[in-house]
C-alpha cells in the first residue's frame, strides 16, 4: 500500500512538474527590470521552503526519538534531512544563476548567502556524521542533537535580510498591491511550491522505507555476528 502511495505522488508530482514548467515560461508575465532571468524564482524560492519543511520534521523527529528512543523516528529524521539537503541544494545551485546576470557577480558573502551555505554545509555534516559513527544508538543521538543547531540555522537564513542589510533582496512574497509580486506571479510560485511539497512527500515515504529496511538488516547482521 506504502508502495503504490509513493508511487501515485511521484506522477502526480510528475504531471505538477509539467504544468510548473507551462507557467513559468508561457503563462506567467516577463519581469520588468530583470526579464526572462526573474523565472528562476520559481526554482529558487520553493526548494528552500521545502527544505525548511525539511528541518522541521527532522527536528520534530528527532526531538520524539530523545524522549522516546524509538528508532522509527530516527528513520524519519535522517530521510527528512536526506530530501531536504536536495532540496537545500537546488536553492544553493539556482542563486548563483540568478544572481550573475542581476547583480554581476556569482556569489557575495553577504549574511543570506552565507548563512544559507553554512545551512547547506550543516546538512552535508549531518549527513557525514551518519556514516561515520558506527553505534546505532550514539549515531542517533549525536545526529538529533545535530538537526536542532540546524533548525537555528534554517530560522537565522530567513531572518538574515530582515535582520541585516544584505546583496540579497528584501522579502516580496505577500503578493498585493506594492509588494513587487504580479498576483500571477504569486500563483506560479503557490503552484510551483505545491510541486516540490509533493515531490518532497513521495521522495521521503520511499527514502523513509530505505532506511527502515537498512535498519532491520542491520539488525540482522548484528546478530549473526554475535552467534558466530
Known amino acids: 500500500m506504502k508502495n503504490r502511495s509513493s508511487a501515485i505522488l511521484a506522477a502526480v508530482s510528475g504531471v505538477m512538474l509539467v ?56 528513520d524519519l529524521a535522517v530521510s527528512a534531512i536526506e530530501v531536504g539537503w536536495v532540496f537545500d541544494s537546488i536553492n544553493l545551485v539556482m ?31 549531518y549527513l557525514i556524521l551518519r556514516r561515520a559513527v ?33 546583496q540579497h533582496p528584501q522579502p516580496v512574497m505577500a503578493g498585493g498591491q506594492g509588494s513587487g509580486l504580479d498576483p500571477r506571479m504569486w500563483y506560479v510560485f503557490l503552484f510551483s511550491l505545491a510541486t516540490m511539497l509533493v515531490l518532497f512527500g513521495a521522495l521521503l515515504q520511499i527514502r523513509r522505507r530505505l532506511e527502515r529496511l537498512r535498519r532491520e538488516i542491520d539488525g540482522l547482521r548484528r546478530t549473526v555476528h554475535s552467534e558466530a
Open 95 to 125: 542563486g548563483p544563476f540568478w544572481a550573475r546576470p542581476v547583480w554581476g557577480i556569482w556569489w557575495t558573502w553577504d549574511a543570506r548567502l552565507t548563512s544559507a551555505f553554512v545551512l547547506w554545509l550543516m546538512f552535508a555534516g
Open 19 to 74: 504544468i510548473t514548467l507551462y507557467l513559468t515560461f508561457l503563462w506567467v508575465p516577463m519581469e520588468r527590470t530583470m526579464g526572462v532571468v526573474q523565472r528562476i524564482f520559481y526554482f529558487h524560492v520553493p526548494p528552500f521552503f521545502v527544505a525548511s519543511l525539511a528541518i522541521l520534521a527532522g527536528l520534530v523527529a528527532s526531538i520524539r526519538f530523545l524522549i522516546t528512543r524509538d528508532y522509527r523516528f530516527d
Open 134 to 166: 558506527a553505534d546505532p544508538s550514539a549515531r542517533a543521538v549525536m545526529c538529533s542533537v545535530v538537526v536542532i543547531f540546524q533548525a537555528v540555522g534554517g530560522v537565522i537564513v530567513y531572518m538574515a535580510n530582515r535582520w541585516w542589510r544584505t
